[in-house]
């Protein structure tokens, strides 16, 4: 290569650095857990950073499958996240189905309850992660005013998003509520309780399928809720799969030699079989 | 063999005004015991300005400069200074020579990759001047070459080609020689070594003998003593004495700045990223402190690192003053580096060590962790804890340039797991139909309908050990709760595993 023609590839290197050094910057501001309906409660249609936000409902109602979409749309990001676990119930497996990337992830299972939400406080308010989880189910803590506006407050200091999973017998104060609840085997429903950025009352339901990364294929299936109260006599009335239609749906026989067909266990419970 | 000279003049003086800068300018002398009387073997330039000079007795100099200050001299100690000084330069040289207690040689071969040799000269100068001491360069063929050019040449960097050794010494003193090499040609009269060189070989040795003709031969530039690499101490660690004993903390981070900025420069120099250190505390007059410093991401940076010991120190109270200090690099690993981008600082993870240290100190390293994927049928045992060591993200504008991230390995991505978990499987009064489907079962209190069932998918295995499994389990959404995991065992009862929350 000659001078002229290395000159020119400096040059063109020199505009190319101006260049990227003159475009405007972006930063993150909000978190798009890519959750149909979820994202559009907020303003904005996404989770805005430097908040905290509690999910609120009974257990299987699809609060961690939620806020781990959170952490994975963080780790998406690049950003780091932290699940503080009160409880010590996080299946990271499952996690990593969800599309976490579990290298980013960092879980913190204190020892004694007190200490769950002073964890949070100091992984929220160093602003090293991006998105925060605590865990109180199961734990007894119930968090007071003073400690939700503490949370709120390092969780708007260091620009994470703060989720708190909480059981509806302990819910805790001064932070944006959202109460989530199993809908039958369509989905579950979210519903913001309380927001003081405006979208009270505010309602979604989101399908299992958009949660789960595998929905199962439900062979047995009831064909109608049954009516509220006591419980009617039990029948066994599961629609059977239609021969061809849905038989091997599932994992069934998805490892040959294995996974089999479940010998009955009506012999063995003295029920007769027909 | 090219070999490049560092002459720190005075070194164990200048290091001691590294470590207490108030000695700076001061008459200052580090005086040993020789025979049972007290002799001082160096003088920094304030004391020799008023006519202190090594060899002589402490008494003697404290009569010429009252206002002396006398310090011990350990042989050892600056040795092992000397030795850090020589592992910080091999950032820029793959191995370096001791020439205690004031200089060193280094492997000059890869100076191309610094600019040159005069450019490694000036590279090596400029870690020195970084660690606060004064140097002069010299790089020759021959050893001796290399030595007398640092110590007596005229300017503080000398590059002599390969064949102009002889002359380029031809102006040197004879004091340049060592002093048993040197007396006799002094006795003959002679000042320079070109004088020296001209001498007839012959005649040399015929007076002189064996010493004589070494003599001879260096004076020309004909020196075939082999360059030995130095031995890098398995062991990294730096240690300090405070003059007087720290009862804050103002002068115990200066120390500390201090060692952690060798500390820093031998693990840059051997290319390694300390991943756990451990500060240890001497207290005055006994009693010593440990403090653990662990970091998520390894680094050799100084600054990340005091940042950290700060942290720790602030939360720190003892009840004795500290005397001296040392840090002590438990584990090390490789360093990646860290890939500077355009419009970014050299920043580190402050923040993120910062906040792990406290943690860790307040909830025990094991609580935290990240979670590693195994490859197990065994559902609980599908994970273990580890290290936590976040991959760098890309900042600024390569991570505008590059795009979004790779997204992160699967795993099992296609089977659907819970992602809540219980520790232990509870076990669940389950109602079943005439062909063993699951009708009901009793939660939390309640009998609980089953709105809809999928599997069996069938785990087992470890049948090689003590605590074979075989397990059918089953995704059923329960009445008012929402889809549980629940499985068989070979035993016939059913287990609560796992909610999908």
Not at chain 2, 38 to 49: D, E, G, Q
């Given at each position: 290569m000659d001078?002229?023609?290395?000159?020119?590839?400096?040059?063109?290197?020199?505009?190319?650095?101006?260049?990227?050094?003159?475009?405007?910057?972006?930063?993150?501001?909000?978190?798009?857990?890519?959750?149909?309906?979820?994202?559009?409660?907020?303003?904005?249609?996404?989770?805005p950073l430097g908040t905290?936000?509690?999910?609120?409902?009974?257990?299987?109602?699809?609060?961690?499958?939620?806020?781990?979409?959170?952490?994975?749309?963080?780790?998406?990001?690049?950003?780091?996240?932290?699940?503080?676990?009160?409880?010590?119930?996080?299946?990271p497996p499952a996690a990593a189905a969800l599309g976490v990337d579990l290298r980013r992830l960092l879980v913190v299972q204190p020892k004694a309850p007190g200490q769950l939400a002073w964890t949070a406080v100091q992984l929220c308010r160093s602003g090293a992660f991006t998105c925060v989880v605590l865990d109180l189910t199961h734990t007894g803590v119930r968090l007071c005013l003073a400690e939700g506006k503490k949370l709120a407050d390092a969780a708007f200091r260091g620009?994470?998003?703060?989720?708190?999973?909480?059981?509806?017998?302990?819910?805790?104060?001064?932070?944006?509520?959202?109460?989530?609840?199993?809908?039958?085997?369509?989905?579950?429903?979210?519903?913001?309780?309380?927001?003081r950025q405006g979208g009270a009352g505010a309602r979604a339901l989101i399908g299992w399928e958009s949660l789960c990364p595998a929905p199962p294929v439900f062979r047995h299936r009831r064909p109608e809720a049954p009516p509220e109260g006591e419980l009617g006599p039990l029948h066994p009335p599961y629609q059977r799969p239609k021969s061809g239609v849905d038989r091997d749906g599932g994992l069934c026989r998805s490892r040959p030699g294995r996974d089999c067909q479940l010998p009955s266990l009506a012999p063995s419970l003295g029920l007769s079989t027909h | 063999?090219?070999?490049?000279?560092?002459?720190?003049?005075?070194?164990?003086?200048?290091?001691?005004?590294?470590?207490?800068?108030?000695?700076?300018?001061?008459?200052?002398?580090?005086?040993?015991?020789?025979?049972?009387?007290?002799?001082?073997?160096?003088?920094?330039?304030?004391?020799?300005?008023?006519?202190?000079?090594?060899?002589?007795?402490?008494?003697?100099?404290?009569?010429?400069t009252p206002e002396l200050a006398a310090f011990d001299f350990s042989p050892q100690a600056e040795r092992a200074a000397l030795l850090s000084m020589g592992e910080a330069l091999l950032a820029i040289a793959p191995a370096f020579e001791l020439s205690a207690p004031d200089g060193l040689w280094l492997d000059a071969s890869a100076a191309a990759l610094c600019g040159g040799e005069e450019g490694l000269c000036r590279r090596a100068l400029e870690i020195c001047s970084a660690f606060g001491y004064r140097a002069r360069a010299a790089l020759a063929s021959q050893r001796f070459t290399a030595r007398a050019m640092a110590r007596y040449g005229e300017r503080p960097i000398e590059v002599v080609e390969v064949y102009e050794s002889a002359m380029a010494l031809s102006s040197l003193p004879l004091a340049a020689l060592e002093e048993d090499d040197s007396s006799p040609l002094a006795s003959l009269g002679l000042t320079t070594l070109g004088e020296a060189a001209a001498l007839p070989l012959g005649a040399v040795v015929a007076r002189l003998g064996a010493q004589g003709l070494r003599a001879l031969r260096l004076s020309r530039g004909e020196d075939d003593t082999p360059f030995t690499a130095e031995a890098l101490p398995e062991r990294i660690?730096?240690?300090?004495?405070?003059?007087?004993?720290?009862?804050?903390?103002?002068?115990?981070?200066?120390?500390?700045?201090?060692?952690?900025?060798?500390?820093?420069?031998?693990?840059?120099?051997?290319?390694?990223?300390?991943?756990?250190?451990?500060l240890t505390l001497r207290l005055d007059p006994a009693g010593e402190a440990e403090l653990p410093l662990s970091l998520a991401r390894p680094s050799a940076q100084p600054k990340l690192l005091l940042d950290l010991a700060r942290h720790q120190l602030s939360d720190l109270t003892l009840d004795k003053p500290i005397g001296a200090l040392w840090v002590r690099v438990e584990e090390h690993c490789e360093d990646p580096g860290q890939q500077l981008t355009l419009g970014d600082g050299p920043t580190g993870d402050a923040a993120l060590e910062v906040v792990l240290s406290r943690l860790c100190t307040a909830l025990g390293q094991e609580s935290l962790f990240s979670a590693r994927l195994l490859d197990r049928h065994r559902p609980e045992g599908g994970f273990a804890p580890g290290a936590f060591r976040p991959p760098e993200r890309p900042s600024g504008l390569a991570a505008e340039a590059l795009g979004p991230l790779a997204p992160p390995p699967d795993g099992e991505a296609s089977l659907a797991r819970p992602p809540r978990l219980f520790p232990r499987a509870a076990e669940l009064q389950a109602e079943l139909g005439e062909q063993g489907q699951i009708l009901s079962a009793r939660l939390l209190g309640k009998r609980r309908r089953v709105l809809a069932m999928a599997g069996p998918e069938r785990l087992c295995g470890e049948w090689w050990t003590d605590s074979p499994f075989v397990r059918d389990y089953y995704q059923v959404h329960l009445e008012g709760i929402g889809p549980v995991w629940l499985y068989r065992d070979g035993d016939g009862r059913f287990y609560l595993q796992g909610m999908f929350d």
């Open positions: 001078g002229r023609a290395s000159a020119a590839v400096v040059e063109r290197l020199r505009e190319r650095i101006q260049k990227l050094q003159a475009a405007p910057r972006t930063y993150l501001l909000s978190l798009r857990t890519q959750v149909a309906g979820f994202d559009q409660l907020f303003p904005g249609g996404a989770v905290a936000l509690e999910l609120c409902g009974e257990a299987a109602s699809g609060r961690t499958s939620l806020a781990l979409r959170a952490v994975a749309a963080a780790g998406r990001e690049g950003r780091l996240a932290a699940y503080v676990d009160g409880p010590r119930e996080l299946y620009g994470s998003l703060l989720i708190l999973l909480t059981p509806p017998e302990s819910p805790a104060d001064g932070v944006v509520r959202l109460s989530t609840r199993a809908v039958g085997l369509s989905g579950l429903e979210v519903s913001v309780l309380r927001n | 063999m090219r070999l490049c000279y560092l002459h720190l003049p005075r070194f164990p003086v200048q290091r001691r005004v590294v470590e207490t800068p108030s000695l700076s300018k001061k008459p200052l002398a580090l005086v040993e015991d020789a025979r049972g009387v007290r002799r001082v073997a160096f003088a920094s330039a304030a004391a020799l300005k008023l006519g202190v000079r090594p060899g002589m007795t402490l008494a003697s100099a404290r009569a010429l660690e730096e240690r300090i004495s405070l003059d007087w004993p720290a009862e804050a903390l103002e002068p115990l981070l200066f120390a500390l700045k201090t060692v952690l900025d060798r500390l820093g420069a031998r693990l840059a120099g051997r290319k390694r990223a300390a991943v756990r250190l451990v």
